[in-house]
């Protein structure tokens, strides 16, 4: 059964810091990852979809790696701003359906 | 973009009473809709995939019966959770599988219900 973990669970940066934060998944074989945000009782956004092929993907101050064989995906925000405060969703889909998630990150950006 | 909608976003019911969630994709058909349950400070976990004409698919430990689904269009699918209970209270999350063969692997999200059962 697919394993997703989140780390760290929750991070506090000042405004303006470059941040990363970490996903790993036991079972490589998958099909593809998404980096999800999720802000307090609110459904969710994707952010970046990763096919299991690709190594990164950038979507303006946003970009994920992966490293399927470690097991390993990445989530890096540059220049960090307050309204990026929320909870970051790393999730994993072995069948290109359904998505297993991990814990989520907290994030908070202070001014 | 691609739009899912759920309603209500929040219903607050009576031990023993039953609750329907609507499930919807505005703007796209969707053959397969995902319905995932939340609770605080933890992961999304998968409840069951809903499949349009067709019986739903539950996951281990998700008991059908009391989490009935009901997928009858491409746009919508129900989730009724019957003879609630406190222990049901949780944030339930839909997903929309868009349909359309150049975006295959991307799953549209609706903004949830907060399902409080007193």
């Known amino acids: 059964k697919q394993e997703v973990t989140q780390i760290p669970a929750a991070l506090s940066v000042p405004e303006g810091e470059n941040l990363v934060l970490n996903c790993s998944f036991t079972?490589?074989?998958?099909?593809?990852l998404q980096w999800f945000r999720q802000d307090p009782g609110k459904g969710l956004t994707s952010l970046l979809l990763?096919?299991?092929?690709?190594r990164e993907q950038t979507s303006g101050r946003l970009n994920a790696s992966l490293d399927k064989s470690s097991g390993r995906s990445t989530l890096y925000i540059a220049a960090s701003q307050p309204g990026d405060s929320a909870t970051y969703l790393c999730?994993?889909?072995?069948?290109?359906?359904?998505?297993?998630f991990g814990k989520g990150t907290s994030l908070l950006v202070t001014p | 973009g691609a739009v899912v909608s759920q309603h209500p976003s929040r219903v607050i019911c009576k031990s023993g009473t039953s609750v329907k969630i609507e499930c919807r994709s505005l703007?796209?058909?969707?053959?397969?809709m995902f319905w995932y349950r939340q609770f605080p400070k933890k992961s999304l976990m998968l409840m069951a995939t809903?499949?349009?004409?067709?019986?739903?698919?539950?996951e281990q430990g998700v008991e059908k019966d009391k989490f009935l689904i009901n997928h009858a269009s491409l746009t919508l699918s129900t989730l009724t959770v019957t003879s609630a209970h406190p222990e049901d209270s949780s944030f339930y999350i839909c997903?929309?599988?868009?349909?359309?063969?150049?975006?295959?692997?991307?799953?549209?999200f609706g903004p949830g219900t907060r399902l409080t059962v007193l």
């Open positions: 999730a994993v889909s072995n069948s290109g359906y359904a998505l297993n």
């Open positions: 997903s929309a599988h868009k349909s359309t063969s150049g975006d295959t692997d991307t799953q549209y």
């Open positions: 079972d490589s074989a998958i099909y593809n």
């Open positions: 809903s499949n349009e004409g067709s019986k739903a698919t539950y």
């Open positions: 703007d796209f058909q969707a053959t397969t």
């Open positions: 990763i096919q299991s092929s690709q």
